[in-house]
């Protein structure tokens, strides 16, 4: 089994940050991509930010040059750095993983749970 286990969220008001994080755990043989999605209410879900493990990014146009992606290779972790939020930003927020559990193993992707950020004075 593969988990992720996402951390960071919570109120702030506009203008603030916030930092997201993401261990993924279990049975893991390599990583493709780790990467970050928000769904706000009555929304889908969108791509905000993802890291290739060769260190490839893409942002959304939205967030470009408030957010910043990273990723800690030896730990299986991916944070989400949040600057100069606005209330647009708030949504569920959710970490992606494209990994295979095996040499043999077909590629997967993975979700963690899931959490708040909501942006609000």
């Known amino acids: 089994q593969v988990q992720l286990v996402e951390s960071g969220g919570g109120l702030v008001q506009p203008g603030g940050s916030l930092r997201l994080s993401c261990a993924a755990s279990g049975t893991i043989f390599s990583i493709d991509s780790m990467g970050w999605y928000r769904q706000a209410p009555g929304k889908q879900r969108d791509l905000v930010a993802t890291?290739?493990?060769?260190?490839?990014?893409y942002y959304t146009d939205s967030v470009k040059g408030r957010f910043t992606i990273s990723r800690d290779n030896a730990n299986n972790t991916v944070y989400l750095q949040m600057n100069s939020l606005k209330p647009e930003d708030t949504a569920v927020y959710y970490c992606?993983?494209?990994?295979?559990?095996?040499?043999?193993?077909?590629?997967?992707?993975?979700w963690g749970q899931g959490t708040q950020v909501t942006v609000s004075s």
């Open positions: 992606n993983a494209v990994l295979y559990r095996s040499s043999r193993s077909s590629r997967a992707n993975y």
């Open positions: 890291l290739t493990s060769r260190g490839g990014s």
